[in-house]
C-alpha cells in the first residue's frame, strides 16, 4: 500500500502581520543581526554617517572593546547623540 | 533606566499629569511584558473606563488590537523591536508603544527611521471617554521616547507611523509636528516627523540640540 503525501508547502500560509504592512529595512542595518551590539550599532553609525570617520565597517573586526568604544564616543560628540543618563525624565512640555 | 544592549540609554521616567487636581507625576518607563500585554492591555484597560461599558468602547481602534501578538512579533525583530509600557506608582500601565529602528524612510528613502507600529493610552485617560480622571501626556510622552531613540541611534529622530481618516489622533500627530507623506491604503496615511520637526518636539529634554 502506498502512501499519499502533500506537495511541499501546501499546508503552508503566510500569517498576515499583526503589526501592519511590510516595511524595507534600512541597508544600514542589513547583516547586523549577527553581530554583536556594540559593534551592530558602530556598523550601522558608520554607514549611515561616514563623514565622522575614515574608518569602515571592515575595520572593526581587528578593533578591541576600548577602540570601540573610543569610536561610539566620537560618533556621539559629533552627532551630538546626548545619553538620557543625565536626563532621565521626559519632560511633560 | 534602560540601558539597551547596544548602549543606548533611554530615560526612565516621563512627566504627566493628573486631570484631576492638575498634579504633576511621574510615569515610569519599563519593557512591555507579555503579562502585562494580556491582563492589561487586553482586558483591564477596557473595564476601568468610569461609566463605560466594554460595548460602549468598541469604536475605539485598539479595542480589538491583540498586544500580546504585536508583542510576539516585535520579539522577532530581534534588537530592532521594541516595546515599552509607562507605570504609575500603583502599577497600573497608562499606556504603550511598540516600533522599530532601522526601517526606509518615509520622507526620504536614502534614510533611516524609526516606525511606531502601534502606540495607545489607557482609555480612562481619553478624555472623549472619561473626562476628569486619568493622566493627560502618556501619549505624547512616548512619541518623544520613540522619537529619542531615534535620535540617539544616529536616525535623527526621524519617525513614521500611520494614521487612519477620520481618526481623532491624525490632528493630534500633526499637532506635534508630524507631516503627511503617502496614502498608501484608502483610509491610511502614512506620517512621519522629519528631523527638524524631531528637534523642535525635543528641544525640551536637556542636551539634545
Not at chain 1, 559593534?39 to 571592515?58: F, G, K, N, Q, S
Not at chain 2, 494614521?163 to 500627530?173: Q, V
Amino acid at each position: 500500500m502506498s502512501q499519499t503525501s502533500k506537495p511541499v508547502g501546501e499546508e503552508v500560509v503566510k500569517a498576515a502581520s499583526a503589526l501592519g504592512r511590510t516595511r524595507q529595512i534600512h541597508p544600514a542595518f542589513e547583516g547586523t543581526d549577527d553581530l554583536d551590539p556594540l559593534t551592530a550599532r558602530l556598523t550601522t553609525l558608520m554607514r549611515l554617517h561616514p563623514e565622522v570617520t575614515p574608518l569602515r565597517p571592515d575595520n572593526l573586526s581587528g578593533m578591541d572593546s576600548k577602540a570601540k568604544k573610543e569610536l561610539l564616543s566620537q560618533f556621539e560628540k559629533v552627532l551630538g547623540l546626548t545619553s538620557a543618563k543625565d536626563a532621565p525624565v521626559i519632560p511633560l512640555s | 533606566m534602560p540601558v539597551l544592549r547596544d548602549g543606548i540609554i533611554l530615560p526612565d521616567h516621563l512627566e504627566l499629569l493628573e486631570r484631576h487636581g492638575g498634579k504633576v507625576a511621574l510615569g515610569q518607563l519599563a519593557p512591555l511584558s507579555r503579562d502585562v500585554a494580556k491582563l492589561e492591555l487586553k482586558v483591564k484597560w477596557w473595564n476601568e473606563v468610569p461609566g463605560r461599558t466594554k460595548k460602549d468602547l468598541r469604536s475605539e481602534r485598539d479595542s480589538t488590537w491583540d498586544w500580546v501578538v504585536m508583542l510576539g512579533e516585535i520579539r522577532q525583530r530581534g534588537s530592532r523591536g521594541h516595546a515599552w509600557g509607562v507605570f504609575t506608582d500603583d502599577g497600573k500601565c497608562q499606556g504603550a508603544i511598540i516600533y522599530e529602528t532601522g526601517l526606509v524612510s518615509a520622507l526620504d528613502e536614502s534614510q533611516a527611521t524609526v516606525v511606531c507600529w502601534r502606540i495607545a493610552s489607557a482609555p480612562k485617560n481619553r478624555s472623549h471617554l472619561c473626562n476628569g480622571f486619568g493622566y493627560r501626556g502618556v501619549g505624547t510622552g512616548l512619541i518623544k521616547l520613540a522619537c529619542l531613540h531615534s535620535h540617539l541611534a544616529g536616525l535623527g529622530g526621524r519617525l513614521t507611523l500611520d494614521g487612519h481618516k477620520g481618526d481623532r489622533a491624525l490632528g493630534w500627530y500633526l499637532n506635534l509636528g508630524f507631516q503627511e507623506v503617502s496614502n498608501p491604503e484608502d483610509d491610511i496615511i502614512e506620517l512621519e516627523l522629519s528631523p527638524e520637526s524631531a528637534r523642535s518636539l525635543l528641544s525640551k529634554l536637556p542636551g539634545v540640540s
